[in-house]
C-alpha cells in the first residue's frame, strides 16, 4: 500500500495558530437567503447549519490513510487554537468542513477546510465566526459584508445537455453481470452506480445550487465542499456529547412526489425479503463496525420508510455510546464504506465495483460533512451528488444495492430517480 500523502495549505506551516472569534448576530437570520455566490463550503438542514467563505487553513491527504492523516493535521491545528466564542453552540468556534474520497487508491485528494468565515444558525441562534492564521481575525462592520444576499434565482434558461457513461441496454447489462456474479458466489451484495454528465447553457452557481437543493429537500443534508456538492438523505456518523448516530439506508422505490402513500403499499415495501435483506446487509456492517469504537449499540427494532420527493427508502438508525477519545471522522473512516454504498463483503464487493465502473468514484459515496476542535461533527454520505467539473460542466453519480433477486430494469430507474435532486436543482424548475 502507499503511503498517505499529506499536502498542507502552503500558505499554512505546521506552526499555524488559528485565532478563531464567534460572535452572536442579534437579529433573525434567513441563512439561505446568505449563500453568497463566492460559497467555499456549506452544511444546511431544515434552514439552518453553516454556510462558508474563504479558507483559512486545509489539508488535502490521499491514500489509504487519508482520513487519519487528515485527522491529525486538524487535531495538531486544534491543539494551537486560541478561540474566542461567545455563542459556544454546537458549530460555533473552531469548525473544519470536510469531504473525503471513495476509495483509497483515488487520486482525488481529501480536503479538511478551515473557513476564512462562517455564518452559522443553530437551533435559531444565529452568529458569525471569522479565523485568521497567526493574526486576528478582522470583524467586519456587518455579517452581511461577508454574506451578501444569495444570487437571485432565474427561471431555467435552456435545457441541459446530458450523457450518461452507459446507454440504458448497456448499463441493464452492467447490473445483470453484477446479479450473475453475486449469484455465482462472488459476493452477496454489490452497489454499482452510473454517472451522467452534464452541460449547463449558464455557468454553474454553487450558491444558486445550495439554496434550491435545502428548499427542495429540506430533510436532507445538503452539502459543497471542493468539488462535490449535493442533498443526502444518509447520516454515517454524527457524534455529540460521547454518543454517535447513524442512519442506515438500504432498499429504495420511486414514489410520488406528494400525496400520501398507501398504507398497505407502504407495508409491502417494508416486507418486501429482497429490500430487507439489501437492508440488512448495510444495518449488520455499521453495527459490526461501531462494535470496535462503542458500546451500548442500539438499532431501529425494524426497518422503517424514509419518504423523500421522489424516493423512498428503508431507513434504521443506529446510536451508541462512543469510546472514550472516538472523534465522528474516527467513526465515518471506520464505518466508511457501508454496505449502503460498496456491498458485502465489503473487499470483494469493491473489486466488482473497480472492475464494472469504469471512473473512479472521486468524492461520489463517501464521507462529507464538518467536525470541532473536539473531534465531535457529522459525516454525511456524499448521495445525491454532482462533482463540479468546469464553470458550465459537472458529472451526476448515483447508484443502487443489487442482491441476487435485483432486476436491471427497476434498477436502472432507481439510479436516474436518484439523480432527480441534482437535476432539478441544476434546471432549476420543477421538472426532472
Ligand atoms: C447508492 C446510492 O444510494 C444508496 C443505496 C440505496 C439502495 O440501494 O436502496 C439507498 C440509499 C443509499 O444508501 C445512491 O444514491 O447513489
Redo the contacts with the bound molecule.
Sequence with gaps: MSAPLTLPDPSAPATATPLVRTVRIEEPVDLLGHVPAGVSGAWLRHGQGLVAVGRAWSVRTTGPDRFAAASAAFRDLASRARVDDEVRVRTSGLIALGSFSYAGASERPSTLLVPRALLGVHDGEAFLTVVGIDEEPELPASWRDLFPSSPVDLPAASPLELEADHTPDEYQALVQQAVDEIRSGAAEKV?L?ERTSVRTPEPLSPALLLTRLARAYPSTWVYHLEDVIGASP?MLAQTEDGRVFSRV????RPAADDGELDEADRRAFRADRKERS?HAY?VDSVVERLEDLAAEIEVSAEPFVLRLPGLE?LASDVSARLHEGVTSLDVAARLHPSA??SGTPREQADEIIARLEPHDRGGY?APVGWMDASGDGQWA?A??MAHLTGDRSAVL?????LVAASDPVSEHA??LA?CRPMLRSLRGDAEA
Excluded at 439506508?249 to 429504495?252: E, I, K, N, T
Design positions: 452497489v452506480s444518509e439506508l438500504a432498499g429504495s439489501e448495510a427508502h449502503a454504498v459515496a454520505i448521495l445525491r453519480q448515483a447508484g443502487g444495492g432507481e439510479a436518484k
